[in-house]
Structures are given as structure tokens and as C-alpha cells.
């Protein structure tokens, strides 16, 4: 059964930072490029950043631009995860974030949510004092 479980999600001061993670199971994530995707309340879903899989070998990245600068995406096949570091956190970052996964042996990954079969449950990631 293919699965993506995020965690790491919670409550955080502005300026703050926090690492949210993605597992998978059922499939192995090294063919497939992953993005992040948030959606706070009364918004429509975003992405916030993906990456290409590793069988390209291109390492390509690619962020929003709110998120740009502070956010970094990475991803560790041999622990069949995906992760994605914020900093400087701000309270407009305030969503669920959904890690998301499409079997793509190409080069570039895509912040469109159409793309991607595969999801997670979502964490929620709030930015408060």
C-alpha cells in the first residue's frame, strides 16, 4: 500500500524554524520527485516547494516565492523520506502542509498539485506568539 506520513508539524514562535517530514511506505521514493504543499484556512491549497528524483542525478530544487530564501527542501532516499526545513518562520506560514509524490524519472520536479497521485494526511504548522 503506498503511503506518505508527515510529522513534525507544531507550534512555533515567528522567527522560529521547524523541519517537517515525509515517510513513505509501500514504494521506494528514489524514482520520484516530492513537493510540499500547504493550505492555510479559508485558502486554496500552494506549493511550496519540490524536488527532482534522484535517479535524475540533477538535484533540482525549486521554491515559491514567499517561501524562497527561508525554506529548503531535501530528501533522503536511503531513509525513504523527504523533508523540508523552514526558518524564520512567520505567522502568514500558518497551514497544513502536505508532502505529495509522482514516479518521475526526468529531470525538474513541479509545484502543481494536479501532478501528483500520491499524498499525505498533512501536519499542521502554526506560527504564533
Known amino acids: 500500500q503506498v503511503q506518505l506520513v508527515e510529522s513534525g508539524g507544531g507550534l512555533v514562535q515567528p522567527g522560529g524554524s521547524l523541519r517537517v517530514s515525509c515517510a513513505a511506505s509501500?514504494?521506494?521514493?528514489?524514482?520520484?520527485?516530492i513537493a510540499w504543499f500547504r493550505q492555510a484556512p479559508g485558502k486554496e491549497r500552494e506549493g511550496v516547494s519540490c524536488?527532482?528524483?534522484?535517479?535524475?542525478?540533477?538535484?533540482?530544487?525549486a521554491y515559491s516565492h514567499p517561501v524562497k530564501g527561508r525554506f529548503t527542501i531535501s530528501r533522503d532516499d536511503a531513509k525513504n523520506s523527504a523533508y523540508l526545513q523552514m526558518n524564520g518562520l512567520k505567522p502568514e506560514d500558518t497551514a497544513v502542509y502536505y508532502c505529495?509524490?509522482?514516479?518521475?524519472?526526468?529531470?525538474?520536479?513541479?509545484?502543481?498539485?494536479?501532478?501528483?497521485?500520491?499524498w499525505g494526511q498533512g501536519t499542521q504548522v502554526t506560527v504564533s506568539s
Open positions: 524536488i527532482s528524483s534522484f535517479k535524475t542525478v540533477d538535484g533540482y530544487t
Open positions: 505529495a509524490a509522482v514516479r518521475r524519472v526526468i529531470a525538474g520536479c513541479s509545484m502543481d498539485d494536479y501532478v501528483y497521485p500520491h
Open positions: 509501500g514504494f521506494t521514493l528514489d524514482q520520484y520527485a
